[in-house]
């Protein structure tokens, strides 16, 4: 009963290096997010796809990409690390309008 | 621009109390309020309450949705320990099928025995 998985849980990176983190989800969902969470400021989302083939701006893209690779996964991709992007990611997925996300344990990066 | 606060920031109740957590939103198109609690990991679903579905109960847990202040409550009866967590509230709006939330701060809630 996996249900959304990220890897890494804890990633350390210095300024400039590029990383990948990787959601996959188990439940056949159609649309899948990516969010940050910081002190203070709950949620926030990044980019997310609505449906397998298309993606999207959230409210703070700047800095990253993303892809959907296929129904099941969806990457997000810091280009240039910068220590303002140290962060716990979290990926979410839901299956259709009016249904609740669930969540994945998040990624904990740190940039130095 | 759109928004949810929510208030407090944060409390803390020792085990028995009754607490009640609020959640207020500005958003151009509501459709949905959903109430998430977040302990060490991910955000695990509570509640979703919707213009035909304003109130939810479960257990020692409950949620209002007042649509006409454009607001909600958590109320937790009875705490526990095991309630500590930060309690994340967020809106869905009805423009599109995208389903993006909008959270707001979250409430971290300390219950101590």
């Known amino acids: 009963n996996a249900g959304v998985t990220q890897t890494p849980k804890f990633q350390v990176l210095k300024t400039g290096q590029s990383m990948t983190l990787q959601c996959a989800q188990d439940m056949n969902h159609n649309s899948m997010y990516w969010y940050r969470q910081d002190p203070g400021m709950g949620l926030r989302l990044i980019y997310y796809s609505a449906s397998e083939g298309t993606t999207d701006k959230g409210e703070v893209p700047n800095g990253y990409n993303v892809s959907r690779l296929n129904k099941r996964e969806f990457s997000l991709r810091l280009e240039s690390a910068a220590p303002s992007q140290t962060s716990v990611y979290f990926c979410a997925s839901r299956d259709y309008k009016g249904q609740p996300q669930h969540f994945g344990d998040g990624t904990r990066l740190s940039i130095l | 621009e759109d928004k949810v606060v929510q208030s407090p920031l944060s409390l803390v109740v020792h085990e028995g109390d009754t607490v009640t957590l609020n959640c207020s939103y500005e958003?151009?198109?509501?459709?949905?309020l959903l109430w998430y609690k977040q302990e060490k990991k991910a955000p695990t679903f509570l509640f979703m309450l919707?213009?035909?579905?304003i109130e939810k109960k479960s257990g020692r847990l409950s949620s209002i949705l007042d649509k006409k202040e454009l607001s909600s409550i958590l109320n937790i009866t009875a705490t526990q320990t095991g309630d500590s967590a930060i309690y994340l509230c967020?809106?869905?709006?009805?423009?599109?099928?995208?389903?993006?939330?909008?959270f707001g701060q979250g409430t971290t809630l300390q219950v101590k025995p």
């Open positions: 919707t213009s035909s579905g």
């Open positions: 958003v151009t198109n509501f459709r949905s």
């Open positions: 967020a809106v869905e709006e009805n423009s599109s099928n995208t389903g993006k939330l909008i």
